[in-house]
């Protein structure tokens, strides 16, 4: 019995030693964190400067090539949009609406011509009737009226 006791002790001491060194490895590990600034005076600029150009090329070149595939040959860097039928519809519908405000607004500027005529028409009838010296006092000019066309609500459901 007094064997086993022994052994039972030897284990369970092995056990703890083995513990301990793991605990202390752990909190060895943690502290020793890289240091940036150590070394920071055998540091020769040039060659971070040279590496800064070479980095700063690199983008630059990368990005020219980026922007000459997508200017230029975009069905090897984009996808397919055709294939996807969701967002080639929803692309066809943002195009057909994209069109219809076009043509809206060249019939908004026609309207508007009309309408800027009549407005330098009117200045220029002001600035003939100031400039009159017949007129000394004339009499202010009517304010010329809007007609207000209120659209009638439809009921759409």
Partial sequence: MAFKLSVLLLLLMVA???VLAQ???QSSATTSEWNYRDGSDRVNIRNVANLTEVLDNWRFEILNQMRGLL?????SVLPDYARIQPLSEALDDLYKE???LKSHLGDLTEKFTAV?????EVKASRANTNTSPANANPA???VPRRK???KKASNSS
């Fill in 140 to 142: 202010p000019a009517p």
């Fill in 16 to 18: 703890v030693v083995t």
């Fill in 148 to 150: 207000v066309m209120r």
């Fill in 98 to 100: 994209f069109n219809a």
């Fill in 23 to 25: 605990r202390r490895r």
């Fill in 71 to 75: 200017q230029n040959d975009h069905q």
């Fill in 116 to 120: 800027e005529t009549f407005i330098d």
